[in-house]
Nanobody, 125 residues
Framework: VKVEESGGDSVQPGGSLRLSCTVSGLGFPGYAMAWFRQAPGKQREGVVCLSWDGKSTYYADSVKGRFTISKDNGKDTLSLQMNDLKSEDTAMYYC???????????????????WGQGTQVTVSS
């Protein structure tokens, strides 16, 4: 299984970025995909997580109304549109995939066995 992210960059506060993730080699049609992030000295946290059946989307409170997830099933691509970026959004962003995450009020890292290498997002003036 291969998970690849792209799109990280440095932007000013209030700016926007779009991250993309592609997954290959899973071998089955329905799977969950998610974006996590990890800032220096902090635990990795779920940002936006889409359930394996596409019926449930979890958004962290800190990004609700600013971040939007979209999935292109034909290309096995997951995008994260990030608007009104803040300094506290600065982190390494990771894409992850899972065959069994079913959504809900949480998005635990343990539910996702497949991970990309990460792409850095820096928000600074």
């Amino acid at each position: 299984v291969k998970v690849e992210e792209s799109g990280g960059d440095s932007v000013q506060p209030g700016g926007s970025l779009r991250l993309s993730c592609t997954v290959s080699g899973l071998g089955f049609p329905g799977y969950a995909m998610a974006w996590f992030r990890q800032a220096p000295g902090k635990q990795r946290e779920g940002v936006v997580c889409l359930s394996w059946d596409g019926k449930s989307t979890y958004y962290a409170d800190s990004v609700k109304g600013r971040f939007t997830i979209s999935k292109d099933n034909g290309k096995d691509t997951l995008s994260l549109q990030m608007n009104d970026l803040k300094s506290e959004d600065t982190a390494m962003y990771y894409c992850a995939a899972s065959g069994y995450y079913s959504g809900g009020d949480y998005c635990p890292t343990d539910d996702f066995p497949f991970w990309g290498q990460g792409t850095q997002v820096t928000v600074s003036s």
